[in-house]
Nanobody, 122 residues
Framework: QVQVAESGGGLVQPGGSLRLSCVAS????????MAWYRQAPGNDRELVAN???????NYLDSVKGRFSISRDDFMNAAYLQMNSLNAEDTAVYYC????????????????WGQGTQVTVDS
């Protein structure tokens, strides 16, 4: 079984910063791409940032220049550094890890975490 766990959410004032962490654990061969999504009340879940196993990152237009995604392959972890936060960034943030399970060859299976709440409010 594979588990994905996020941490680092909380309440922050506008203009502040937070760093989210995501760790994949369990029995698997490797982690392929990792991504952060978010979902605000009444909205669809949207892709915030993703990073491939070669380190290529992509971002939602509204977070470019403010958010930065990184990964630590030794720890099977991904991080989202969020700066200059504003109220529109308030949402539950979810991590998705694409995992190659033992015995699956090269097939990638996506696993999601439970989410961590980020609230930007003065």
């Amino acid at each position: 079984q594979v588990q994905v766990a996020e941490s680092g959410g909380g309440l922050v004032q506008p203009g502040g910063s937070l760093r989210l962490s995501c760790v994949a654990s369990g029995l698997f061969f490797s982690v392929d791409s990792m991504a952060w999504y978010r979902q605000a009340p009444g909205n669809d879940r949207e892709l915030v940032a993703n990073i491939t196993n070669s380190g290529t990152a992509n971002y939602l237009d509204s977070v470019k220049g403010r958010f930065s995604i990184s990964r630590d392959d030794f720890m099977n972890a991904a991080y989202l550094q969020m700066n200059s936060l504003n109220a529109e960034d308030t949402a539950v943030y979810y991590c998705k890890a694409g995992v190659v399970r033992v015995g699956d060859g090269s097939r990638v299976t996506d696993y999601w975490g439970q989410g961590t709440q980020v609230t930007v409010d003065s």
